[in-house]
């Protein structure tokens, strides 16, 4: 017996792997102990631990272990060689790992302001009427929600210019329905349907909106005093002939307006 030797059970506490690992290393040609005792236990000698730290170095880089086999038993040129791309992999890994860091601070952020704007972009964009402070309400009201944690994730991703092409999507729906209003179209026709989807379509902007929940949202419109004055300033009384062309279309779809759920 080589009584300078560590059993297993030592050898994995002192490096901090399990005792299994350490089999499962032996048993790939790995990192194999020297010798054995009289029963067949492993024993690992110190140039055999020296081997190990070395394969947890290799580990930490993210080398496989077939590479790491070579690389313990390569020459001196080879070995530079490997690591060198070893090492370009490592730092392709961390700029990844930067950019899913600076994803989660802006969808942090997201969650805590909404629009990752400056108040002054907020109104160049969405206009005069637009209040900045709207966007804190809305997450007092609404900021438990799984929608909100919709909208982060998707506010997160989104430029100026993406926020640009939303707003003037808003805008044509808004005028088409202020000219429908005008023109006498009944909620429940083509027009108003076609009309209705729309609007459910420029809800899916911030998050899943189905039939119900738009149900929802237009009756919000209506009893809500703040978005009843938006719509309304845009064409009298369009807050109410938007929630009846929703309920219609809601009804096309199967949807009972009456017991509608925000789902």
């Known amino acids: 017996m080589n009584y300078g030797a560590m059993t297993v059970g030592a050898v994995a506490s002192l490096v ?49 272990l077939e590479e790491t086999a070579r690389l313990l ?19 392709e890994r961390i ?22 704007l400056s108040a002054e972009e907020q109104v160049e964009i969405f206009g005069e009427n637009w209040q900045p402070s709207w966007a804190a309400g809305a997450r007092e009201r609404w900021g438990d929600t799984a929608q909100w944690a919709q909208f982060a994730e998707r506010a997160a991703e989104r430029t100026a210019e993406d926020w640009q092409r939303i707003a003037e999507s808003v805008e044509a729906l808004n005028a088409d329905l202020s000219e429908a209003l005008r023109a006498g179209v009944e909620p429940g026709s083509e027009r108003a349907d076609v009309l209705a989807e729309r609007h459910r379509a420029s809800m899916g902007a911030y998050f899943d909106c189905t039939h119900s929940m738009q149900v929802i949202i237009g009756r919000m419109n209506v009893d809500d005093p703040a978005f009843r004055a938006n719509y309304d300033s845009i064409e009298p009384g369009l807050a109410v002939w938007l929630r009846d062309a929703i309920d219609a279309n809601a009804r096309a779809h199967g949807v009972d307006p009456e017991t509608a759920v925000w789902e």
């Open 95 to 116: 700029r990844r790992l930067e950019r899913m860091a600076d994803s989660l601070d802006r969808m942090v952020e997201a969650r805590q302001e909404g629009v990752l």
């Open 73 to 91: 038993d390569a020459d001196a040129d080879e070995a530079a060689e490997s690591l060198l791309h070893q090492r370009d992999r490592l730092r």
């Open 16 to 64: 901090g792997v399990t005792v299994r690992t350490l089999h499962h290393w032996d048993e790939i040609g790995l990192a194999v102990p020297s010798g054995r005792t009289a029963a067949g236990y492993r024993l690992y000698t110190a140039p055999d631990i020296a081997r190990i730290h070395r394969v947890l170095v290799y580990r930490e880089l993210g080398v496989s």
